[in-house]
């Protein structure tokens, strides 16, 4: 899923091509995107485009008249930038918006249709979409702290909370907590105030990092290569390979359709976390030290 640096460089991306422009069309080539009634969808044809913002993971066309289109990519939706009129492709589109600037399309990989778009009528009808996390960063040291322990969760939950925090994912949250060089099975109610402290630096550094490697990649282009998994991540989607730190196999646990990757050596003392469905299976020859 597209995570908060992915949405942001989307975010400038689609600002610097439709903000002070027209959207003249919309065309849903899914019956399943759409999950407002109302206002129309036909309601914002014509109308000038005032911005792009964000909420959390979601993504934000500001129109005239107080009008609002909201994306949300869930997993497997991405945005691509055409010339006007281009066309979505036929498996995989799910709608095409079409500005004076040109068409933005959006598809989604995979037979399951999560993707969403929201028209709010007002920005009372926007806010009602926002889960109400914080962002990391623009909060406080203090805000961050009163947020983590405002609940009695594991660090990976608590940071994939987008009640608690607004546009971490499963990729990020891996990566911030093996900058921070915590268990992701910590509870947040054991955390020492130098842990908080330590999460919060790391948290910032590592979005603040990313932003600024996928600004870079993307140039002046669309971004494209929009990736939950990339080569230069320390820990996410590396299972097996040497953590950068320290060496160490990078391990992973799996949860629903989730998964935590973490480095043993640097975050667990040497302990390898149990996966439920594994570790039940094997019982007592699953590997409880890394030296297993």
């Given at each position: 899923m597209p995570e908060l640096p992915d949405i942001i460089v989307y975010q400038e991306a689609l600002s610097r091509r439709v903000t002070g422009m027209t959207l003249e069309h919309v065309r849903l080539s899914s019956p399943f995107l759409l999950r407002t009634v109302?206002?129309?969808?036909?309601?914002?044809?014509?109308?000038?485009?005032?911005?792009?913002?964000?909420?959390?993971k979601r993504l934000v066309l500001a129109l005239d008249g107080d009008l609002f289109l909201v994306l949300h990519l869930?997993?497997?939706?991405?945005?691509?930038?055409?010339?006007?009129?281009?066309?979505?492709?036929?498996?995989?589109?799910?709608?095409?918006?079409?500005?004076?600037?040109?068409?933005?399309?959006?598809t989604e990989a995979g037979s399951k249709r999560r993707a969403a778009l929201h028209l709010a009528g007002s920005r009372a009808a926007l806010q009602a979409l926002d889960p109400g996390g914080i962002d990391v960063l623009a909060a406080s040291p203090e805000e961050f702290r009163a947020r983590l322990r405002s609940a009695s969760h594991t660090l990976k939950r608590s940071l994939t909370d987008p009640r608690?925090?607004?546009?971490?994912?499963?990729?990020?949250?891996?990566?911030?907590?093996?900058?921070?060089?915590?268990?992701?099975l910590q509870l947040t109610g054991n955390l020492a105030d130098?842990?908080?402290?330590r999460l919060y630096e790391a948290t910032r550094q590592v979005l603040h990092v990313w932003i600024e490697r996928?600004?870079?990649?993307?140039?002046?282009?669309f971004p494209e290569k929009v990736t939950a998994f990339r080569k230069d991540m320390a820990v996410h989607g590396r299972f097996r390979q040497p953590c950068p730190r320290c060496?160490?196999?990078?391990?992973?646990?799996?949860?629903?359709?989730?998964?935590?990757?973490?480095?043993?050596?640097?975050?667990?003392?040497?302990?390898?976390l149990a996966d439920r469905a594994l570790s039940r299976l094997l019982r007592e020859d699953w590997p409880r030290r890394l030296e297993d």
């Open positions: 109302e206002p129309p969808i036909a309601s914002v044809e014509g109308r000038g485009v005032a911005g792009v913002e964000r909420v959390g869930m997993i497997a939706g991405r945005l691509h930038w055409k010339e006007k009129g281009a066309q979505p492709p036929k498996k995989v589109g799910l709608a095409a918006f079409d500005f004076t600037s040109g068409t933005l399309t959006l608690l925090f607004s546009g971490i994912g499963n990729a990020y949250s891996d990566e911030a907590l093996h900058a921070a060089q915590l268990s992701p130098d842990e908080v402290s996928l600004r870079q990649e993307a140039g002046d282009a060496g160490a196999p990078v391990q992973r646990i799996v949860y629903a359709q989730n998964e935590a990757n973490y480095c043993p050596r640097c975050q667990t003392g040497g302990r390898l």
